[in-house]
């Protein structure tokens, strides 16, 4: 019974000193995708004092009437941390992305499918609190290019949709995540 306790107390020093010492995982999620029908989470890991890797992934889906709309993006990024604490995980930071994206709109009456692809990156600049207690908030925005296709299926034409809009050409990449570290 003392081993029991014994090691027990021991884990749960180990459990306290790595939740101060703030952790290099965390875990985050985009709440305003939500308002486009789309889930975002994302995995951040420390790799060094001031360096993280981050990986995205995002799934969207809604269906209106006839109309199926669904869609997937991964999003890899390296971040720089370079101000407030410069510490990873915690002040601003500078990242390169890349991202890949595919998406598919559906008529269920007439089985006509378009699907739209992308391949691209650009890079962010961002700020990113770590606080005490594992919460976390990360503020981010810059500039991205991507090169997208169209694929048609049954009677819809290719020629009738424009990917433009950070589909394919120029765009903007933001966000609010939050999310927690440990």
Known sequence: MKKVV???ALVAAMCTAKAQDGGSNAVKINPLSLFLATGNVAY???????????????????KLSSLKYSGFGITPEYRFYFGGRAEAMNGVYAAPFLRYQNFKIEDTDTKDKVTFSSFGGGALIGWEKSWDSGF?????????????????????????????????GFGVRTGITLGFRF
């Open 6 to 8: 014994l090691v027990s």
């Open 136 to 168: 976390m908030l990360d503020l981010f925005a810059g500039p991205a290019y991507n090169s997208g296709t169209v694929k048609a299926e049954g009677t819809a034409d290719e020629d009738n949709f424009n990917i433009s809009g950070g589909i394919d």
């Open 44 to 62: 951040e890991r420390a790799t060094g004092e001031s360096q993280s890797f981050q990986l995205g992934l995002f799934y969207s889906g809604v």
